[in-house]
């Protein structure tokens, strides 16, 4: 079945500066990568996702990029704000099926 | 309108104990999907609805996991002689439609928090 790893466990950044969250994937046949921001004690929130057959996608200071030969995909937050400190989820999924989750990143924007 | 409900959200057992998990969906979302998180990780699969079918249900940890959807959307996840392992956040997530060429976002519920003593 997939496997989503995700790197780095735990991120600091400085308040407008960017930050970088890499994930990989293992089954090839995986389509639509969707990525969850979590706040502590709250739902998991669709912040941006892609589909297999784009290369890259960006909604304001969030932008994602996937290598599907590489099965890499990854995360660009720029010009970070206090309220993106919260834990992030990379994910992985076939059609409209279950969504294989990774480990998530806690990230801290220090001020 | 109203997202994915899901009640309790906290619940008490005692080791044993059997416990019923309610989920709401958005209505009209035909996929239904229950995750288990627990603390300090990502959600795991735990069991898919398409309507009133069951799926998927290859996460469900044991047999003591069981889900049912009736009529197509309320759910209710049920764990029997519940043991401190299963001391998680149970959340839920609906999605529009399946079959389709491309998949649909899930929206998740809020979650319940189980702490088995």
């Known amino acids: 079945g997939e496997n989503v790893e995700q790197h780095p466990s735990t991120l600091s950044v400085q308040e407008g500066d960017s930050a970088v969250i890499k994930c990989t994937y293992s089954?090839?046949?995986?389509?639509?990568f969707p990525w969850y921001k979590q706040e502590l004690g709250k739902r998991p929130q669709l912040i941006i996702d892609i589909r297999s057959n784009v290369g890259e996608k960006k909604d304001q200071r969030i932008a994602v990029t996937l290598n599907k030969t590489a099965k890499h995909f990854s995360l660009h937050i720029t010009e970070t704000q206090p309220e993106d400190s919260a834990v992030y989820f990379c994910a992985a999924s076939q059609r409209d099926d279950k969504i294989i989750f990774g480990k998530g990143t806690r990230l801290h924007i220090l001020p | 309108g109203a997202g994915v409900s899901q009640s309790p959200r906290y619940k008490v057992a005692k080791r044993g104990q059997d416990v019923a998990l309610r989920c709401d969906p958005i209505s009209g979302h035909v996929s239904l999907f229950w995750y288990q998180q627990a603390l300090g990780q990502g959600p795991e699969f735990l069991t898919y609805?398409?309507?009133?079918?069951?799926?998927?249900k290859s996460g469900l940890p044991s047999d003591r996991f069981f889900a049912e959807r009736p009529e197509g959307s309320v759910s209710t996840l049920k764990i029997q002689r519940t043991q401190q392992e299963d001391s998680a956040v149970y959340l839920c997530a609906s999605s529009l439609a399946s079959g389709r060429s491309r998949p649909y976002e899930q929206y998740f519920g809020p979650g319940t928090r189980l702490t088995v003593t």
């Open positions: 089954d090839s046949a995986s389509n639509y």
């Open positions: 609805f398409q309507n009133e079918a069951q799926l998927d």
